[in-house]
């Protein structure tokens, strides 16, 4: 079989401003001796740092940008500049390390009373995929335990001093004491809108054991994940970086993908189209080939094509911190096209339509209107989204300064 992806070269970085480019030239935990030329000639040019720092902070590969730089070329770096990346690369390690500590103590916990539970995503998906906790951006613990064992495990956290913050479909969501962690306790992989029945395909026969922290952690099998990883960022319109990077890490870690297996199981979960956009984007936005022979796909979809380009197109775009009606268009069709299957369509379909019309407290600020007219108001609310799309907006880099 070819191992060659279908897809013509794209040098990373490519059309992107310096400070894009940089970030997507950092966007790996090893830097082929082409990239790092390109590094070399980026840092010549006249850099925004703080537009860097902050980019890679919303992308979520500080630490890489960090680790690559310093190992590259640090005397080209402002001295200034990477003692504060330094700085926020050890806060982030020591953090990881706390997670991994905590995820660890959870683990046992949960095993005392009989809950199986498997992490994924937060300190151990860095261990597994980076090969070191401190190279991915410190955020969540994920723990995924079976639905009939969600209740009990929500006790043990609310007994361990947990603070419930929000239960939504398919999870809950707790901050730990004295905001030592924030957890989220799934029970499905994805959201009711967005069907993935993954977590029902036989996952917990397919988990695997990883050495963590001098423990032995079950987790998912690789194809499995690769297959979460794809969902995951589609769900979010890829918007970050480090999601595209996690794909590219994954594949790179683990070689001997079981690419058959991977197929019959995307298509079995109608979801052919949205690992496809996965691997594209790895090859289109880092400019890295990674083996998944072709001679194993339909071809080349022209949907794919279409929202990998949507993709890029808007990774870098400074982004509203409330979108306005017709970015949230925009996201829709993207979630629209890129479900290949009606039946996966039609919970979106009913998504969307009880998000555009539930009143909130902004709705109800745009005019007074009697009790007995409450009714008119989700009348009003499409009105007030199209006038606030048309507002000036302000991007999250302005906001910061």
Request: proline share 6%; aromatic share 8%; hydrophobic share 45%.
């Amino acid at each position: 079989m070819n191992s060659r992806l279908p897809y013509s070269f794209v040098a990373p970085g490519a059309c992107l401003r310096p400070e894009a480019a940089l970030l997507v030239c950092c966007a790996r935990t090893q830097v082929d001796a082409e990239t790092a030329e390109r590094i070399r000639a980026l840092l010549q040019c006249k850099l925004n740092w703080l537009d860097v720092i902050l980019g890679a902070i919303r992308h979520g590969i500080l630490p890489l940008l960090y680790q690559n730089l310093n190992a590259v070329c640090p005397e080209a770096v402002p001295q200034a500049t990477l003692e504060d990346l330094r700085d926020h690369f050890e806060a982030n390690a020591r953090r990881s390390r706390c997670l991994a500590q905590e995820l660890l103590r959870l683990l046992a916990l949960f095993e005392a009373h009989g809950v199986p539970a498997v992490p994924f995503k937060g300190p151990l998906l860095a261990a597994q995929i980076y090969g070191n906790v401190a190279l991915r951006q410190g955020g969540d613990l994920d723990i995924l335990v079976p639905r009939q064992s969600a209740l009990v495990a929500r006790s043990l956290l609310l007994n361990q001093g947990y603070q419930e913050k929000l239960h939504e479909d398919g999870a809950y969501a707790f901050m730990g004491p004295e905001g030592r962690a924030c957890v989220e306790l799934h029970w499905d992989l994805s959201k009711w809108y967005f069907p993935f029945p993954l977590a029902g395909e036989g996952l917990w026969n397919r988990l695997e054991c990883l050495s963590f922290v001098e423990s032995s952690v079950h987790h998912f099998a690789p194809e499995d994940l690769l297959l979460y990883l794809c969902m995951h960022g589609a769900r979010h319109c890829w918007e970050r970086l480090a999601w595209i990077c996690d794909v590219a890490e994954l594949l790179r870690a683990q070689p001997a993908m079981n690419w058959e297996w991977v197929g019959r199981q995307a298509a079995r979960l109608g979801s052919t189209r949205i690992l496809l956009l996965g691997l594209r984007l790895v090859k289109d936005v880092l400019g890295i080939a990674l083996p998944a022979p072709d001679g194993l796909w339909p071809g080349t979809e022209p949907a794919v094509d279409l929202l990998a380009g949507q993709v890029r197109a808007h990774l870098f775009q400074e982004g509203s911190a409330s979108p306005g009606i017709w970015e949230l268009m925009e996201r829709t069709a993207f979630h629209l096209r890129v479900r290949e299957r009606l039946q996966d369509r039609i919970p979106y379909v009913r998504f969307c339509l009880q998000r555009a019309f539930r009143v909130n407290a902004r709705d109800r600020a745009l005019c007074a209107l009697p009790s007995y007219l409450n009714g008119l108001y989700c009348l009003l609310r499409p009105l007030r989204l199209v006038i606030a799309s048309r507002k000036p907006k302000k991007n999250c880099l302005t906001e910061i300064r």
